[in-house]
């Protein structure tokens, strides 16, 4: 066997979450106990960020049947932001293979902030990972594709396989964040000159840009990351929309870099794959039961929704979700 293939699992350790009426419970008793919530603040940075609701949240349960337990304002959409880059991250090992995405673009948590200079400087290799910003603009450029439109429609349509249907460009919030992109256009300079960038940068930066801008609704993020936690199956339409191979590669890297700095505290508190975006989205993976995906604006420092880590806290392990929870041995 080639050293760098991936085994087939005989056993896997997967479970089911809880009956339909305690999952509903369980997502109405979050959503009032944390809806009154007023910490954190909007992304002001981003212009187009600043006019959210600060009010406005939802929470979305699917399973890998399928099944979907929304509450709130779950239906609404919002621009995916960060939460793409998983996604893309997907894309890119389906494209060249687990190991080589790995090699190009690194999978170790930085400890730093989502747009931090320093995390490239301080590896000699000059990668990060794909879930901060370098590592995930390096990502974009290595989409297949001849030109920014080509790497877009790549970029398009594999998310939109991911969430089940057609998501589209907020054209207002990419307008907002290329006006304000300097910093990321830098990132992809950066890049190019550590050898680490796999197109022209300005183009890497404008997919990358767009990919941000993509309309998604928590109910979306939930089905998307129940395809990730189903083995790359999507839970509805019953499209193979990438391996189980890649999904376990993706998961791996959410757990250890999905919140950016606060990756520790929250695998630490919540035990899963996760993944934050600066519009207020939070999507959390339960590898082989589901996903559970929110929506709420405000953030705190890192740049992580307030209302979203306080729901997965309270619904982790209520719902059997944490990965690192065991129940004592029988001894006969």
Known sequence: MNSSSTPTARFVSTGTLPGPEEIRSLVEAAYENFREEAGGKLADYIPALAEADPSAFG?????????AFMVGEAAETFSIQSVSKPFVFALVCEALGAAE?????????TGLPFNSIMAMELRTDGTSNPLVNAGAIAATSLIPGFGADDRWHHVRQGLSRFAGRELACDEHVYESEA????????LAHLLRGHGRLYCDPDEA????????ALLVSARDLALMGATLAGGGVHPLTGEQVVSAATCQRVLAVMATAGLYERSGSWLYDVGLPGKSGVSGGILTIAPGKGAVATFSPPLDAAGNSVRGQLVMRFLSERLGLNLFISAPAAHL
């Open 59 to 67: 929470i979305c349960v699917a399973n890998t049947r399928g099944h």
């Open 205 to 212: 930066v404008e997919v990358y840009t767009r990919q941000c």
């Open 101 to 109: 995405a790995a090699t190009r673009l690194g999978v170790d948590a």
């Open 179 to 186: 006006a304000n992109n300097q910093r990321n256009a830098g």
